[in-house]
């Protein structure tokens, strides 16, 4: 079946430095796009979110950038910080229809002091 | 607002026992979907209900089953247990049932099961 995956299951930065975090998405009929947050022993939490009709999309210090033509999807995070340090997941689903959001496998992003 | 709550946080049963999880959702919030996370699957979805019915459901035996309340509170019960089952069940509780800007899932903390 059709999946979601990420391309790299880890990434450490510098604090202070800008991330920038990959996902693929092969499900073509997917219109709406979610990054996650998930910290130690936390449940994950909503991000960001892009539309299909949208190529960019800005929240406070974090972008995420769509490209359709190869089912692309980023999350870029500036100025990392500590906190910043978890699992990010991106999810994909269709906002047509019934609730199926289908989760990548996620990257641990590990800042560094 | 409180957050989704999620009980008991922490599970351990033998195999062929059965459970069942609780999840209370945001005040307001009408769906709630559960997921399995698993070190080896990651994030699945096992069902969603609105306004008490199943509205969706993932590729998850029949062992699976779920139920929500008039308060939308929802509980998941899984029969027959397996050493499989080990994983964190996770609760998401959103507005309406379908993906959306402005409908955004708020994920509880877990129930962590562990199935000897």
């Known amino acids: 079946g059709e999946s979601v995956g990420l391309h790299l299951p880890t990434l450490s930065v510098q604090e202070g430095d800008n991330s920038i975090i990959n996902c693929a998405y092969s499900n073509s009929a997917s219109d709406y796009f979610i990054w996650y947050k998930q910290e130690s022993g936390k449940g994950p939490q909503f991000i960001i979110d892009?539309?299909?009709?949208?190529d960019k999309r800005q929240g406070q210090r974090v972008t995420v950038l769509l490209n359709k033509t190869v089912k692309h999807l980023s999350l870029q995070i500036a100025a990392t910080q500590p906190g910043d340090s978890a699992v990010y997941f991106c999810?994909?689903?269709?906002?047509?229809?019934?609730?199926?959001?289908?989760f990548g496998s996620g990257t641990q992003l590990t800042v560094l002091p | 607002k409180a957050g989704v709550t999620q009980t008991p946080r922490y599970l351990i049963k033998t195999r062929g026992q059965q459970v069942t999880l609780s999840c209370s959702p945001i005040s307001g919030h009408r769906s709630v979907s559960w997921y399995q996370q698993t070190p080896g699957q990651g994030l699945q979805f096992l069902f969603e209900y609105f306004s008490e019915t199943q509205r969706n459901k993932g590729n998850f035996p029949g062992r699976f089953s779920g139920r929500q309340f008039s308060n939308s509170r929802s509980e998941m019960n899984v029969s027959t247990l397996e050493l499989g089952d080990s994983a964190l069940y996770l609760c998401?509780?959103?507005?309406?049932?379908?993906?959306?800007?402005?409908?955004?899932?708020?994920f509880g903390p877990g129930t962590r099961l562990t199935v000897l």
């Open positions: 998401a509780s959103s507005l309406a049932f379908r993906p959306g800007a402005g409908n955004e899932q708020f």
């Open positions: 892009i539309r299909s009709n949208m």
């Open positions: 999810a994909e689903g269709q906002s047509g229809s019934a609730r199926q959001l289908t």
